[in-house]
């Protein structure tokens, strides 16, 4: 049966009809329409759960790239200062007097 036949049936079963009837007019088992009817109710209620998509979404994941590059940078410049320090000691600044 067409996704568009098994809608219908799902929406005639919504609006009140009786299940044995419309399973033995369809020719469909009733636990296979309850199934139907099941599953749709399920997928509507998860589209009611996400948020549509906005303008701030791609410019939130801009923004997260750019703190990830920004975190990598100052690791690598605090692994960088690190050798560098490990490798001579740190000049000692001379007191004017």
Aim: charged letters at 35%; a positive charge; glycine letters at 6%.
């Amino acid at each position: 049966m067409s996704a568009k036949r098994k809608q219908s049936a799902v929406l005639r079963l919504l609006r009140g009809e009786d299940l044995e009837l419309l399973s033995r007019e369809l020719s469909v088992p009733a636990a296979e329409l309850s199934a139907w009817r099941d599953a749709f109710l399920a997928a509507g209620e998860a589209s009611l759960k996400t948020r549509p998509a906005d303008g701030r979404d791609a410019e939130i994941g801009r923004l997260k790239a750019k703190v990830g590059d920004l975190t990598m940078a100052n690791e690598l410049l605090a692994t960088k200062i690190e050798h560098l320090e490990a490798g001579r000691p740190l000049a000692r600044r001379r007191s004017r007097s």
